[in-house]
């Protein structure tokens, strides 16, 4: 269970500071990931209020904030440009049921299958991914509508800004740490651009440069119930289907990952499976109140820790303080300069990365090395999902092959002419043709005993290739005898016949492979 670190009242006072701090770094991501998916900025905005608030009551993992996010974006890009949103909000839907039922059928635990080198490239990876994310806030709109880098005095301005923001954050916690830095900071280069009339882009800015509109603003109402309008038909359910499983696979992905690198930073362990139904009843209710769904935001959530927000009280204060900015204070923070929120991500970014990463090169299996450089590179050139399956894969690949080399054999001849062959090691898919590579049928004698007590069986292509040993003896009219298999081994290859006799006056009933006959 999280514990947290601090009293009640000091721990209360972190949490909502920490919140309205996450909160001022949401709202240009979230405008920025709706109009990737080609939708409105508040339906961006309703999406990041409601994952975050029902995530932070519901969820696994205190401390950590969920929203819109980009890899979700980059799915619904497709389907909103040739369905249109309704089947965007049916397609959320339908994903978060999806990840309830994978909560409910404990699938979380799954996330502990991923390797650390796996771990290792997601992180440098998505460091990577955050800090060029971050280069767009250094282009603006030209007078036909394209984008172009900043430069001349306004870069100068906006670079002194990201550099003072940083230095905030950075040299605040050593005079103290009653308010997080990265608020402080927040507001101080907001003062000082409003004081000194700086040339800063704001994020009404940005607003305007993402949408074309000059008039663009992320004010708004409540979000209110609405039953996605598309046919009710199997023809819709083909259509959503593969969206929602993808969705559904990248969030859980996503967050689950999130969730472990949280857990490691405080050293405390969230709760994958009620986590898996925290994002599904998040994108469930995203479907029916006109919000694009999302899954854990990993930098928000490295904010939220770094400013010392560590209960659930940190995600629900983030949600309201987006809640209140949206029905209320609009105005306020789309004068607040991009430049300090960029500075607050470049902080998460040093943060993220792991610079001890570079010490190891040569210093671990090149595999390892290899798998952890294959994951940041996917993660930077396609998604954070498909990067750690790819990682996953070739990692158990590299097992695989190392430990098919590993099964070998003891072989003698005794004073009756009885040739052994004492295995050891694993048989499985990867090593059935080291296994067969042992014996010699053609010149063994004519009676062979082959021992499995220091072996183990693990898969269907072990069996068979035992059965197969069987049929290469059997050609050559030579008795084999198998001795110690556990009894799954023996039941199918008694069913096999008279193609391999299996001593069962010499083996006993044994539940595991290298149970041995005392």
Known sequence: MFQLTCPGKTCIR???????????ALVPEAVAFAFVAGVEPLVGLYAAFMMGMITAVIGGRPGMISGATGAMAVVMVALVAEH???????????????????????????????????????????????????????????????????????????????VLTMAIIHFLPKLTTAIPASLVAIVSVTLLVIVFGLDARSVQDVLRDLSGDPAATIAGGLPSFHLPMVPFSLETLQIILP??????????????????????????????????????????????????????????????????????????????????????????????????????????????????????????????????????????????????????????????????????????????GIKYYQLSGPLFFGSVQTFADLFDPKNDPHEVIVDFADARVYDHSGLEAIDSLAERYLRTQKTLHIRHLNQECQNLLVKAGDLVEVNMMEDPVYRVADDRVA
């Open 84 to 162: 249109g949103i309704e089947y965007l909000f049916a397609s959320v839907l339908l994903a978060g049921l999806i990840q309830i039922t994978a909560g409910i059928l404990r699938l979380g635990k799954f996330i502990r299958m991923v390797p650390y080198p796996v771990m290792l490239g997601f992180v440098n990876g998505l460091a990577i991914v955050i800090f060029l994310a971050q280069l767009k806030q250094f282009q603006v709109a030209d007078d036909s509508g394209m984008m172009v880098w900043v430069s001349g005095a306004p870069l100068w301005t906006m670079l002194g800004l990201v």
């Open 243 to 416: 969206y929602s499983f993808i969705l559904a696979g990248v969030g859980l992905i996503e967050s689950l990952l999130t969730m472990s690198l949280i857990d490691e930073l405080t050293e405390t362990r969230g709760r994958g499976n009620k986590e898996c139904i925290g994002q599904g009843v998040g994108n469930t209710v995203n479907g029916l109140f006109g919000g694009m769904g999302g899954c854990a935001m990993i930098g928000q959530s490295l904010i939220n820790i770094n400013s010392g927000g560590r209960g659930r009280l940190s995600g629900i204060s983030a949600a309201l303080f987006l809640l209140g900015f949206i029905l209320f204070a609009s105005g306020l923070i789309e004068m607040i300069p991009i430049a300090a929120l960029v500075g607050v991500m470049f902080i998460v970014v040093l943060g993220t990365f792991e610079w001890a990463s570079f010490r190891l090169l040569g210093r671990i299996p090149v595999a390892d090395t290899f798998v952890g450089i294959l994951v940041a590179v996917i993660t930077v050139l396609t998604d954070l999902a498909i990067a750690v399956i790819v990682g996953v894969i070739v990692s158990a690949l590299v097992f695989a092959w190392k430990h098919a080399k590993h099964i070998h054999a003891d072989t003698h001849i005794d004073k009756y």
């Open 14 to 24: 972190n949490d909502v500071l920490s919140g309205l701090t996450v909160a001022l």
